[in-house]
């Protein structure tokens, strides 16, 4: 109620209420299922995601877009969208330690060096093991 009341006056009573509701909606969305609120915050607005979150997410590569991987305050300055596609399609093709892929636009993508020692510490060079596809 105070969140309409303070917009009301800019924004209207109508649309103030609208924006209250739609507000505590997310609130209970967030508190009932924290994983798939931080998925879909991670899909439609990466770098709003906080690094204390991640934890709710998937690390493992094979979840592409939606894994830590896509985050960038992972590893800050490193990962992001298209370091996870690029892991992704290093997993399915089992190509470990690549030093870089080709986006399905032509983009040449590099993976760092140090996406791979995380990779490493993490525990996940298993995935990247080649399966045949």
């Not at 983009?107 to 993490?122: A, F, G, L, Y």
């Amino acid at each position: 109620m105070m969140f309409a009341s303070m917009l009301a006056k800019r924004a209207g009573v109508r649309r103030a209420g609208w924006s209250a509701l739609a507000l505590a909606w997310c609130a209970r969305m967030a508190r009932l299922d924290a994983r798939a609120w931080t998925l879909a915050l991670l899909e439609h607005d990466p770098a709003r995601v906080q690094a204390d979150s991640l934890r709710l997410v998937p690390v493992s590569p094979l979840s592409g877009l939606w894994g830590v991987w896509a985050s960038p305050a992972f590893m800050p300055g490193v990962t992001g969208p298209d370091v996870a596609c690029a892991l992704m399609d290093c997993a399915r093709g089992g190509r470990y330690r690549s030093d870089h892929v080709v986006a399905p636009d032509g983009r040449t993508v590099r993976i760092p060096d140090m996406v791979w020692d995380r990779v490493d510490s993490m525990g996940l060079a298993s995935v990247f093991a080649d399966t045949g596809f």
